[in-house]
């Protein structure tokens, strides 16, 4: 941010500072209010609406990932886990608030320091601008061909780091399948399998066919919007994590519409854990293919032998980057995608164990759609 | 004739837009302000869809090429059939759980049970 320039003379940065004072007045509200239905509902308007300052700040890739994962995945994740809890945070005594102040404080104090050598924004003699930042937009299209220097800079240049992000993703999964179990418990005991979720359909009348309509209609939608995002992420903002996120957000919608044992039964939950580790397969796989054709790990120049090499990619083609690109982002978006889903029947399969407990918070009714 | 219409189309587009920012800014006066959940409903669904609509239409005469207007009606599409149903969820929600709707004379007292 550039103090020297005055707010008004810009709009962009008038815009980005009342982005950043809502961004703010959010944080407080997430921090005062009592109620975690609130404060995860407050989380979701926070990522979106930093969605929109990072749109403001030229950067649709990151824009696009904290949209459809902290608007949508980790929301609805957020709200499941508070099925498994209580509905309002207990209040904190004043003394044991004094040490995380102190902390707060102190990294806050921190932070402003820093500010100060924080380039300009777009500052083209700031470090990441002119030398890494430069060379990778001009050597991109020359060695990798594809028009989006993002989806290169991942996919491609750090291939390697993107490969670890995604067994992150894959680890995440698989410590919750841990901690919670499966989610199969919920398909269990065939008397409770509808009011898993779904409190209402058992009722006579029944309230949810706007709903279930409407979700018909859009579920097909965000399917094929979810493989537009992967096959389309070498030219425009998007790619693996993004996709993978709107597939499984398409299906723990039609888990809170229809129903957790109606989505099992379609997508069952050894499918996801088979889907988790294929992703992360493919993904090192295509690296070992580069291996066996001579290349080093992950140079998609290799993924196939050099003669093909030459015969598929013409005079200035780059067959295996786009091969290798698309083979990886599969592979991205079937760990992500399988593996939240995965989360999420975790925490969904709690459900009724804790129903029949009768700690339960009564129905979640549609709402949470 | 041509660059007529489009200062035309250029003029309205701007004047829906503007329109659609002041109708949802209508629609957040009303959720602060009405008294009851349904009344509130009614105003945030405002914003959805009659502001939101304005908006990409206005949007949609201010131009840009043609995948860009293909991709505003799509959009205003999915906003018709998300809007009204995440609306309508909210109210079914409400009512199921016995949120009653205020009646005749209960305004006169304050309400504090409308907690969104």
């Known amino acids: ?187 269990g005991d065939p008397a409770r399998r509808h009011e898993a979720l779904n409190p209402d359909l058992v009722e006579e009348i029944d309230h949810h066919v706007v709903l279930r309509v409407a979700t018909k209609i859009m579920i097909p939608l965000m399917f094929l919007f979810g493989l537009y995002v992967l096959f389309h992420g070498e030219v425009g903002a998007g790619g693996g994590f993004q996709a993978g996120v709107i597939l499984a957000i398409a299906l723990i919608v039609h888990a809170l519409v229809f129903g957790l044992s109606e989505t099992m039964r379609a997508f069952p939950a050894a499918a996801m854990r088979a889907g988790a580790s294929a992703g992360v397969l493919i993904y090192a796989g295509v690296g070992v293919i580069n291996m066996l054709n001579g290349g080093a790990f992950l140079d998609y120049d290799f993924l196939f032998p050099p003669p093909l090499e030459q015969a598929l990619s013409g005079p200035d083609g780059h067959a295996g980057q786009h091969y290798g690109i698309i083979a990886i982002e599969i592979g991205v978006t079937a760990t992500v995608a399988s593996g939240i889903t995965a989360i999420f029947y975790g925490f969904a399969g709690r459900a009724p164990d804790i129903a029949s407990r009768g700690a339960s918070r009564g129905p979640e009714s549609g709402g949470g759609s | 004739m041509l660059e007529q219409a489009a200062s035309i189309a250029a003029f309205v587009g701007q004047g829906l837009v503007l329109a659609g920012a002041i109708v949802t800014i209508i629609g957040s006066v009303g959720v602060l302000r009405f008294p009851d959940f349904y009344t509130r409903i009614h105003a945030a669904s405002v914003t959805d869809t009659l502001g939101a609509g304005l908006i990409i239409v206005g949007l949609v005469l201010l131009g840009g090429g043609f995948f860009v207007t293909v991709k505003l009606l799509i959009i205003w599409g999915l906003i018709l059939i998300t809007g009204p149903t995440a609306s309508h969820a909210l109210a079914n929600a409400a009512f199921t759980s016995h949120v009653k709707p205020l009646g005749r004379g209960d305004l006169r007292q304050p309400s504090a049970s409308d907690e969104g």
């Not at chain 1, 944080?27 to 407050?42: F, G, M, P, Q």
């Not at chain 1, 609406?49 to 949508?72: H, K, Q, R, S």
């Open chain 1, 1 to 187: 941010m550039e103090w020297t320039a005055p707010l008004l003379a810009d709009p962009s940065l008038l815009f980005g500072a009342a982005l950043l004072v809502m961004l703010a007045a959010i944080l407080c509200a997430i921090v005062v209010s009592r109620k975690l239905l609130t404060s995860v509902a407050l989380t979701g308007l926070f990522t979106l609406v930093a969605a929109l300052w990072y749109i403001a700040m030229d950067a649709p890739d990151v824009a696009f990932t904290e949209a459809v994962v902290g608007g949508g995945v980790s929301t609805l994740i957020l709200l499941g886990s508070i099925l498994l809890t209580r509905e309002s945070a207990e209040p904190v005594s004043p003394s044991r608030m004094v040490f995380p102040a102190i902390a707060v404080i102190l990294a806050g104090v921190a932070i402003l320091y820093a500010v100060g050598s924080i380039p300009g924004f777009g500052d083209p003699a700031s470090p990441a601008n002119a030398s890494v930042g430069r060379d990778y937009l001009e050597r991109t299209y020359k060695e990798v061909g594809i028009p989006n220097v993002v989806s290169a800079v991942l996919a491609s240049y750090r291939g390697f780091d993107t490969l670890g992000e995604t067994t992150v993703v894959f680890a995440a999964a698989v410590g919750v399948m841990l901690l919670l179990g499966f989610g199969e418990r919920a398909l």
